[in-house]
């Protein structure tokens, strides 16, 4: 499986943007990339996912490179409420690839 | 409902006892996955459902996990003869082919 790369932790100010990074230079062609977050005593959500183009959607955006070998969560404004383990993950949708792999995440840690 | 559904959302069980999980997905969803995240640690694949069939236990610890699924619906994982370790968050997640999964609340297991 095509692994990602995420920074252990990020830190950000309340109501400034983040941009979260992930590299994932073995990527294929077939792989979506999913982004989602787990807040504290919770199960993961989801957030966003995208192949190519770039993504919106209420909760954030996806900045894809050209190259598709990293990509980035964009979160507009920061709340307290985003503090959270973000994940990045590739993910082959359809056919017999169907599983979720998380790794580490990034602990995104947000100032008031 | 409008949301996975995990019951009960905590267990507190003498080491050597068995132990049943619930988990409702949603309605539809005919993906159905069990995580489980140890404290401080990343989410652990278990089992993966399509339908009634579990194509994928590769994720199971040991012979003393087992889990099914009926009508297409609700999963019942079980561990016989519970161990400390067995110590976790259980997860519970349902999809519809290709989508984004949407996550319970999870279960709490503690061992004593």
């Known amino acids: 499986d095509a692994k990602t790369t995420q920074p252990n932790s990020m830190e950000s100010n309340e109501e400034e943007p983040v941009h979260l990074p992930c590299n994932h230079s073995?990527?294929?062609?077939?792989?979506?990339i999913h982004w989602y977050r787990q807040l504290p005593s919770q199960g993961p959500e989801y957030v966003i996912h995208g192949l190519t183009s770039n993504v919106n959607n209420r909760m954030a955006s996806l900045a894809i490179a050209e190259d598709r070998k990293s990509s980035t969560l964009i979160l507009h404004r920061a709340t307290l409420r985003d503090a959270a383990v973000y994940y990045c993950?590739?993910?082959?949708?359809?056919?017999?690839?169907?599983?979720?792999?998380f790794g580490k995440g990034t602990l995104l840690t947000v100032n008031p | 409902g409008a949301g996975v559904s995990q019951s009960p959302s905590n267990k507190v069980t003498e080491k050597g006892k068995d132990v049943e999980l619930r988990c409702d997905p949603i309605?539809?969803?005919?993906?159905l996955y069990w995580y489980r995240q140890s404290l401080g640690q990343g989410l652990e694949f278990l089992i993966y459902?399509?339908?009634?069939?579990?194509?994928?236990k590769s994720g199971l610890p040991s012979d003393r996990f087992s889990a099914e699924r009926t009508g297409g619906s609700v999963s019942t994982l079980t561990i016989q003869r519970t161990q400390q370790e067995d110590s976790a968050v259980y997860l519970c997640?349902?999809?519809?082919?290709?989508?984004?999964?949407?996550f319970g609340s999870g279960t709490r297991l503690t061992v004593v």
């Open positions: 997640a349902s999809s519809l082919q290709g989508h984004g999964y949407t």
């Open positions: 459902f399509q339908g009634n069939s579990a194509p994928d």
């Open positions: 993950i590739l993910f082959k949708s359809g056919g017999s690839n169907y599983k979720l792999t």
């Open positions: 073995t990527i294929s062609g077939t792989d979506y």
């Open positions: 309605s539809g969803h005919t993906a």
